[in-house]
């Protein structure tokens, strides 16, 4: 296909229930609406956000039964389309890349990583995660850019895959939109939020054992003994059973609610007394960035990573211990009984579609990297712990 505007691929596994979909989703919009053409690449075209994919954005199925496989067919789509860039997430990345060299088009590629990959490799039970920094060594370098959604993620991609941390761009994603807030303004019927009702504590997350959504029930159960309040996490996964049966034995059944994935979770976050981030690792975790910008009270563990930044080290927001629930349950008291909000609009800027926006066409179509946070700098410089 033949056009005077240049064409960006963003290539993804699907369009799953994750933070990075998400992003990815909000971000083709966001360089769509500059008068780019963007293609949506899915090695499969599934996942419960396939409904959210902005009418600007063309979505191309390359119908693989997973992404290694979609390997000849972007092959013959990048061959026939040509685009001038391919931005790439999670585990597409190295395919991504492998696709460029073999198509043999002149392609630009950049590598994005949403995850502390020292954390994904050592709490995921998956080979794939386990050699992917492995991968990330001898491919990343292929690439034409990397970027990294906060610090914490490009200090530990630079340090488990052996990478240069010059090469490695921190841009962090694009949350704060317009739609964010329009969204928070649909209706809510829900009978935990009637006026006089107990307040409501909530969750949002892929059921997982990344989010520690076990850790996030004892921490209430020790809440609940003090106070009338209830728990509601919104997300689904493997862990249902699991979460479910400790509810039970804490006897928390009618004030623990497992709500299932919701397509917009947001006037839950306005009508919230508190947001809480259990994470045991994360890379920038979006819906702690939905929250404050929404003016939720705010409580997480100081995971690696992203928690920490955002919350600027902890003057935003309580942070606490990762898998300690006696921390994370007295800061959960302390904060309904005093709720805290020190989110201004200064604060968000970083998150801001148009601003991260810009970051990005720069990086996939300019000449220059954008400014990296890692220019420079050693890692125990950003990092003196290390």
Known sequence: MISSKKRLSIFLPGLYDGGAERILLNLSAGIADRGYLVDLVLARAEGPYMDEVPPSVRVIDLKASRVLSSVPAFVKYLRSERPAA???????????????????VPVRVVVS????????????????WKMYPVMAHWLYPLADGIV???????????????????????????????DLYTKSLAGLDHAWFKPGEPPVVLAVGRLTNQKAFDVLIKAFAQVRKSMVCRLL?????????????????????????LA????????????????????????????????????????????PSGPREILDNG???????????????????????????????ECGQPFELEFVTNQYIDLLFGSQQVHSRLEGAGIGELHPEI
């Open 86 to 104: 391919i931005l790439s997430a999670l585990y597409a990345n190295p395919v991504a890349i492998c696709a460029r060299f073999v198509a043999g």
């Open 315 to 345: 003057k935003l927001g309580t942070l606490v211990a990762v898998d300690d629930p006696l921390a994370l349950g007295l800061g959960m008291e302390n904060l309904l009984k005093k709720p805290a909000m020190r989110w201004t609009k």
């Open 260 to 303: 299932g994935f919701v397509a917009n979770p947001y006037p839950y976050f306005v009508h919230a007394a508190l947001f809480v981030l259990s994470s045991r690792w994360e890379g920038l975790p979006t819906v702690l960035v939905e929250a404050m910008a929404l003016k939720v009270a705010v409580i997480s563990t100081d995971c």
């Open 148 to 178: 990294a959604v906060s610090e914490g993620v490009a200090v530990d991609l630079a340090q488990v895959a052996k990478l240069d941390p010059s090469k490695i761009d921190v841009i962090y994603n694009p949350i704060v939109t317009p």
């Open 113 to 128: 990583e949403h995850n502390t990959l020292t954390s994904v490799a050592r709490g995921e039970n998956d080979l794939r």
């Open 233 to 257: 996490i919104l997300g689904e996964g493997e862990e249902r059973p699991k979460l479910e049966a400790l509810t039970r034995q804490l006897g928390l059944e009618q004030d623990v609610s």
